[in-house]
Every structure is written in C-alpha cells, then in structure tokens.
C-alpha cells in the first residue's frame, strides 16, 4: 500500500511528514520485539485501506533515538498524529478503538494530497454509529477518563485498580479525546457521569455499580472475565477437528492467502470449520501469542497448529495432506 510505509532514518521521517502537507500523517512508534506492536501494525494496515489519504508511518523507535528523544517516546506502541508537519494529538499504548476513533476523527478535517478539496475521505457516520461501534468494540467496554496506564481522575483511577484486582478483561476509551463521543453518550446511554462500563453492547453503570457487583460477588458472572482469552482460543480452536482461522469464510474468502488455503481445503474434500477473524479483534490479536504463529490464515487439527498457507501448500505437494487433515465437523 502506498500509503503505508517504514522509515528507517530521521531525515526519511522528516521527508514523508514533509510530503504529506496538510493530510494526517499517523506514525507508529514501535520495537520488533514487541508482540503489541505487531498487533497494532495489523490495524494500522487495514486503516490505510480505509484511509487512503492518510499516510501511515512505522518507525522503529530505537532505530531513531533522536527522534524518539525529540517526542519523548517512552513506551511501544505510541502513535503521533501530525499535520502540516506539527503534531496535533499523541497515543499511547496498544489501543485499538482509540485509535480507530482517532484516525477517523482526524482524517475527516485533511483534504486530499496536494491540497485539493477539504472534504471528507467517506461519508461522515452518524454518531449513534460510532457509538454502537464503540460500544461493542470488545466484549466489555470501559469509558473513561484518560487511559489504564494514565487515568485523569479519581473516579476512573479506582475503577482501573477494580478491574485489575479482578482480572477483569477489557478494552477502553479516553473521553476526553472526544467530546461528541463524551457528550454523546451520556444521551445515547441516559447516564449522565463516567466512567461506563458495557458487556457484549449493553451498559452496566459506573464506578458505584461495579463496586456493588463486587462486594456482592456478581462481578465474575457479569464481566467476561470468567472465560479467560485462552480459554476461549481453545473452546473455538477445538470447535472441530479441522478449524481454519482466516479473513473471511467458506463463503468468501477477503485475501489473497484466504482464498487460496479454502481451495486447497476443498480440493482435499475434508469437512472443516472456519473462523473469521476480521470479526472478532480480541481472537485475531489473542490468537498470533496463544500460537506463536504472526499471520493469518491459521489451520489447526484436534487443537493442534498445522501451519499457515505455505505449510499446506508444503503438505499437498508431498502428498501429507490427506493424513493430516483427518476427523468431520
């Protein structure tokens, strides 16, 4: 994609951002040891898609300790957002509807490169849109003031510490960098403060709620912290015999690689589940560690990794398929 590269210098830095004019430019600040990063750089990837006239930077942080010192970046993932060569909004760590959130609202005030035009790159969505899409951006939602490595209140402070001392899994979003979604949704919800807190897109309530649910013990039959993400990898993993992980499903496959594993899986004429991953963030991240395996597609039988797309291939051509792919949905 030509709107998604890597920089490898400060002065190639400096020339993409020069480059860009006036269009935003979102910059990954990253380490290749770092499982997070890899995760991020996967939505990145499919914002760009999103998001043609925007450019997407990945830039190894210890690479380019200049720079690096210059914005005071700390940690990977941090993103900067700039425009015009200046930057206008940061992020830090690895969340992914933050920084969905933040692309989209930023990108819709750049016009298109060379400065024509100053509409938006898609149709402005509605804000009860965004709100659902939030909302239901992983099982259980927490918006709240700033982030749980830096929460900017007292409120959202002891709910972050609640959900630690439970193990509660969740994602969040920062208010405060948003005021439509702020304001928004204390109308779209009826609840007035925050914190808020949804599981599976319905809302539970604040901090006084959560404390409730935890001094009467409901709080792990309320929260989706009682099915640990492993837990789940392995219930669908195990779904049948055969799984296949990929962009998509039996019906249409949404990559190249995609495509190309289900014509091997159907020519081998083995009943197999598939599981789309573009649906499901939590088990498309979660599934890269539980495996150690970075990319998609996936197969696995009787709970076991076989490999990806170039394994399979390996398997046909030495005629190991057949023994290998073995038991029906």
Not at 111 to 121: D, M, W
Not at 139 to 168: N, W, Y
């Amino acid at each position: 994609m030509a709107n998604l590269v890597e920089a490898t210098s400060s002065q190639q830095f400096e020339d993409l951002l020069s480059k860009a004019g006036k269009s935003l430019t979102v910059v990954h600040f990253q380490a290749s040891w770092a499982p997070q990063c890899s995760q991020m750089n996967d939505v990145m990837e499919e914002l760009a898609k999103e998001h043609q006239h925007t450019m997407f930077v990945k830039l190894e942080a210890e690479t380019v300790p200049e720079v690096s010192e210059i914005y005071e970046i700390a940690s990977v993932p941090t993103f900067l957002f700039f425009k015009s060569g200046q930057k206008i909004d940061r992020l830090d760590g690895a969340h992914a509807p933050e920084l969905t959130n933040k692309v989209q609202r930023l990108a819709v005030t750049s016009g298109t490169p060379g400065g024509l035009g100053a509409g938006p790159e898609h149709p402005k969505e509605s804000l009860n849109e965004r709100l659902k899409r939030l909302i239901n951006a992983a099982p259980c939602m927490l918006f709240m003031k700033g982030t749980p490595q830096e929460p900017r209140c007292g409120f959202s402070r002891q709910i972050v510490a609640l959900f630690k001392d439970k193990a509660v899994q969740y994602s969040s979003f920062d208010i405060l960098s948003d005021e439509d979604v702020r304001q928004g949704l204390k109308t779209f919800s009826n609840w007035p403060t925050f914190p808020q807190v949804y599981v599976n897109g319905d809302l539970v309530g604040g901090l006084d709620i959560v404390k409730e649910l935890a001094e009467s013990g409901e709080l792990e039959n309320t929260f989706p912290k009682s099915v640990t993400l492993e837990h789940r990898l392995k219930s669908i993993i195990n779904r049948c015999p055969v799984m296949l992980f990929m962009k998509g499903n039996k019906e249409q496959a949404k990559c190249g690689f995609s495509r190309q594993i289900l014509e091997i899986m159907t020519s081998a004429g083995v009943e197999y589940g598939t599981f789309d991953i573009l649906e499901d963030e939590e088990v498309r991240q979660g599934l890269k560690t539980y495996s150690n395996w970075p990319t998609y597609p996936q197969l696995y039988v009787k709970g076991e990794l076989i490999g990806g797309l170039d394994i399979v291939k390996e398997l046909k051509e030495s005629g190991d398929l057949s023994s290998v792919l073995r038991g029906e949905c």
